[in-house]
């Protein structure tokens, strides 16, 4: 070995040796700083979807109970909104004042689906401006009286 | 005036009778009459009519004037009227003193001492005071009548009773009671009251209009009556100017003025005509913000109208309702 050649050598470690020690002190003080990268999907190993049998649980009387009474109170609200829908029209007919139903909101302008964090901005666009659709006015006549065979009132009151 | 009232494809034509008695319209209707249909609609309008005369306030020497002039000594009566005072002293118990037949002086205070021509035009009586008399004492005494059931006398006691509306229900219970069977429905009609037996013309039950008391054509309610009585009491007809006030017939006992309650009509559904015409009147007086509870409290089939055209109808009277609008003008 030639004394220029132990130069040269020593020179090359004297300058990586640091080198790699700052790097390896570097490293290490990052990773201990931060949480480790979340595993993507892309690069995750695949989970298999469990597909075991769901057991059903033995239904609970109480619950069985609770389900049915929500179902016949939505049936006894469904009949007593008709009901109101159907007094409703029958005043505003008496009355003279147009009936309106009280239908669904015309559609909705919200957006569907929130702006996460992580989504993308919804796309702001000019809406157009449409006309406003008015709810759909019916007036509604009660039905006339059926026939009848007499008339009770005040007495002396011409037949 | 007889009237037939069916197809020529029935064998047997109702009989359908009317006739003017107690400042009213009478009118018998009989579906499908027997053989003794006539007699019968002819002896029932000689039940009214009996009854009209013996229990007018109009004519003097009726039965009923005889009894209200002798006050605390014995009158011998007709049959129809000393049943008649025997059924308004009834009912002014069951109604706790709001049907009260003590209020002739108060009628005729008010000028309405004469068969009026109510149904032509709104009256003006000026002779008529708005001040009706005092009762002696100032406060109502109990209406104590003594009666001799087999006398048939009556002591009417020192105030002078009115039998007009219990009369007319009284007439058509009688007058429905003897043709029971004369065909296979009946209906009797006088000034409001009304009894409807079997299953009318159609046999599912005769309809029965409720007028409109603010004077509209369409009915304020329909009702479907099987077996059942009816009465109504209202001011439509029967209200006129005493004076420079409004009045009409319908007085309350306890104040004893035209009841200024906030009602235009009363009808009232039940088993009897006479028991129908006594709670309209009863339920009348109440008024507007008690009716609907008294009349629930009493099971109690009321339907009424009150001055701003509400209709109100109770619980009991629901079952008859066929068609009804909730609002009169």
Known sequence: MTERGTRVRWTTAALVAPTAAALFTGTTVWAAGHQPATVTAATSPSVPTPTATVTAAPADPAVEALREQIAANSAKVAALTRTVETLRAQTAA??????VPSAKAAGSTTPKGSGGATSPAPKVTT????????PKVVVTKPAPPPPVQTTTGASGAPK | MTESGRGSDDLREDLRVSFRSMASEVRIWVVAPNDDGNARVDEARSIIERVAATCTRFDPASALMQANGSGRRWTVLPRECFDAISAAYDAYRATDGLFDPRVLRVLTAYGYDT???????????????????ARRGGRARTWKPKFDAEQLA????????????????????????HLKGAGSSVLVEAGGD?????????GDGWMVAVENPCGGSDPTAVLRLRDRGCATSSTRVRSWTSGDTEVHHLIDPRTRRSADVGLQSVTVVGPDPAIAEVWSKALF????????AAADARDLAAVWVDNEGRVGVSRTMRPYIAWQVSRVS
């Open chain 1, 94 to 99: 008496i009355s003279g004042v147009a009936y």
């Open chain 1, 127 to 134: 809406p157009i401006a449409a006309k406003p659709t008015a």
């Open chain 2, 115 to 133: 068969s009026l021509p109510f149904e032509s035009r709104r009256l003006r009586l000026s002779e008529g005071s708005a001040s009706p008399p």
């Open chain 2, 154 to 177: 009556v002591k009417v006691g020192p105030e002078p009773i009115d039998l007009g509306g219990i009369g007319k229900g009284l007439a058509v219970r009688w007058a429905a009671s």
């Open chain 2, 194 to 202: 009304l009894m409807a037996t079997g299953g009318g013309p159609d």
């Open chain 2, 285 to 292: 007086v109440v008024g507007r913000a008690d009716i609907r």
